[in-house]
């Protein structure tokens, strides 16, 4: 005989264990208190929220035999045979599978007829599958229904049921179950089934749920059967990595690891596109980011590094290659492209990936690096002496610098490289030197709210007399920062080990910034000077051949390139 699975044994009886979802819970139970329930509901929402369960627990009420606030004893014989799916007076219709008129007739009839309980209860699910045809019979007996029948219409896209329908329901919306309520729940659940498993599994769990309480819960099985530890899954945060590095090796050799996994490309690429998608709500609106605060503070982090502009032109690119793959034989092809594209600026056309090659040939040039690097040779693996996917593409990092001004240069405005600060010990305060790092990729990523929304904008000084100096656009965002001061002021004083306040300025238009001994000083830049009259007959014409076109100063930006004619 098959073992029950966990989503069916561990199913609400009352409204009372429905998680998440108070305000479907709190309209229906007040109903049923005051008798006033309705003729017919719509409920909606995304998969495995209850909207199915809620139906069944409404049935079971308005024919329990000792009801209690609201509740069903769940102890009667009407209770036990709705639970058994033997009532008489429930009956539930899969509308995906019996969409047609004929169905609708059927279901017409019985309703007219009679019923042991007080109420006959039709739950449709899928309703919006329902073909014209099928909801104009039913979109009669809506308007004039028997007084005793209830009817239940449960669907996951609202939008598809026609308006004549929904104007004569009851529209309850059940929403995605937030992360803390989820994650207690499975906690619970794993406890109370003997479930041993890890944190690491809980989290992935969660992740591969995404706010479905049945989705959730058939993972956790999964794990269970698994031996408590989470299964292998495709690291997301790679192909961000890959994007903010550059690094189109790193990216192909992640799909590589997919395809090898049994992950399908199409899967795959609306997996990268879902996680961007947490990148940009990470910086835009934290609110709304469905993950665990462990993750968030992760996704947060990377979103920073990354930032909107990239995340955003990803997402586009990506989604451009779903619509394509729809007819491609080789939808990996499609997504390895995408893949380079966006990690190899040379290898893109757009506007985007221009201007990112000519500003870092500018900051080359800037620096005086004019002497071209030598070919690195391929690193290989020591453990088997092949070549590593992607090596040469990996970019060594830069060592980490911090620049101060010596007390030897006092009015310079030169700052000296200096070697980064030794890192604290477990439980040691950080130096003032540190402070500003610490704030930058530690204290602001894990902001929250309002307060991480109103500091990402704010440019991070240095120390002064004791303080962290944080400067403002303008004195309106200064004031609003300073309600979220002893937040701030707390999360930094934790991740620094010691207390450190906050001086709010504002940044002002037309000021540049110099540092003298960590003090801030902010100085007013040089007023422009009015052009000089110019004669007219001292100009000269320049010669045809002095001017240089916009196409031949980008063959001179990258030599050896060639100049294709898409319109040829």
């Known amino acids: 005989m098959a073992t029950q699975s966990l989503y069916r044994r561990y199913r609400p009886r009352r409204f009372s264990e429905v998680r998440g ?11 049923v208190i005051n008798q006033r329930e309705g003729q017919a ?3 909606s ?18 024919n329990c035999e000792r009801p209690v606030d609201g509740e069903p004893c769940c102890e009667c014989e009407s209770c036990l045979s709705v639970e058994r799916g033997t009532s008489y007076d429930v009956h539930e219709l899969d509308a995906a599978s019996n969409n047609g008129v004929d169905a609708m007739r059927d279901l017409i009839e019985k309703a007219s007829l009679g019923t042991p309980g007080r109420h006959k209860v039709y739950i449709l699910d899928e309703v919006h599958m329902l073909s014209k045809a099928a909801e104009a019979a039913l979109l009669k007996t809506l308007e004039e229904p028997p007084p005793h029948v209830v009817f239940v219409l449960a669907t996951t896209d609202p939008q598809k049921v026609s308006e004549t329908i929904r104007s004569r329901t009851q529209h309850l919306q059940f929403h995605l179950l937030p992360m803390d309520v989820l994650e207690e729940h499975i906690r619970w659940l794993a406890a109370d089934a003997g479930i041993d498993v890890t944190d690491a599994a809980v989290q992935s769990v969660l992740r591969q749920g995404g706010g479905s309480a049945r989705d959730t819960i058939s993972a956790l099985e999964l794990v269970a059967a698994s031996g408590g530890e989470a299964p292998e899954a495709t690291p997301l945060d790679e192909f961000v990595e890959a994007f903010i590095e550059h690094d189109p090796g790193r990216a192909l050799a992640v799909v590589a690891h997919a395809m090898a996994q049994g992950r399908d490309a199409r899967t795959l690429t609306e997996d990268i596109i879902r996680h ?19 993750r968030e503070a992760e996704v947060s982090a990377q979103a920073v590094r990354l930032g909107a502009a990239s995340i955003v032109r990803a997402m586009e690119r990506l989604g451009e290659m779903l619509v394509e793959m729809r007819h491609a034989p080789d939808q990996r092809l499609l997504l390895e492209v995408a893949l380079v594209q966006l990690t190899h600026d040379a290898s893109g056309a757009d506007l985007h990936s221009l201007m990112s090659r000519l500003e870092r040939l500018e900051q080359t040039v800037a620096s005086g690096a004019v002497a071209a690097a030598p070919a690195k040779a391929v690193p290989t693996d020591p453990t088997t002496g092949r070549a590593t996917i992607g090596g040469r593409a990996r970019r060594e990092p830069a060592p980490a610098v911090t620049t101060s001004t010596h007390p030897s240069q006092a009015g310079s405005d030169k700052p000296a490289i200096v070697p980064p600060a030794a890192t604290t010990g477990e439980g040691a305060a950080a130096g003032d030197e540190e402070i500003v790092t610490l704030f930058e990729t530690k204290v602001r990523p894990a902001l929250r709210g309002m307060a991480k929304a109103i500091y990402m904008g704010a440019r991070v000084g240095t120390m002064s007399n004791g303080s962290l100096v944080i400067a403002f656009a303008g004195e309106p965002h200064r004031v609003r920062a300073e309600e979220y001061r002893q937040d701030v002021e707390r999360a930094l004083a934790a991740a620094a080990g010691r207390s450190i306040p906050l001086s709010l ?6 000021h540049t910034e110099s540092h003298d001994d960590n003090v801030v000083q902010l100085k007013r830049a040089e007023p422009v000077q009015a052009d000089e009259d110019i004669d007219t007959g001292d100009l000269v014409d320049v010669p045809p051949d002095a001017i240089v076109s916009p196409i031949d100063r980008l063959t001179q930006a990258f030599p050896g390139s060639e100049i294709i004619d898409e319109r040829s």
């Open 45 to 62: 929402g995304p998969r495995g929220t209850g909207k199915t369960t809620s139906a069944r627990i409404l049935a079971k009420v308005l």
């Open 21 to 31: 979802q108070e305000h479907v819970v709190r309209a229906l139970r007040n109903a």
């Open 41 to 43: 509901y719509l409920f």
């Open 276 to 294: 961007l998608r947490d990148c940009f709500l990470a910086l835009m609106a934290p609110e709304l980011v469905q993950l665990s605060a462990q």
């Open 505 to 510: 300025v504002v940044d002002q238009a037309g």
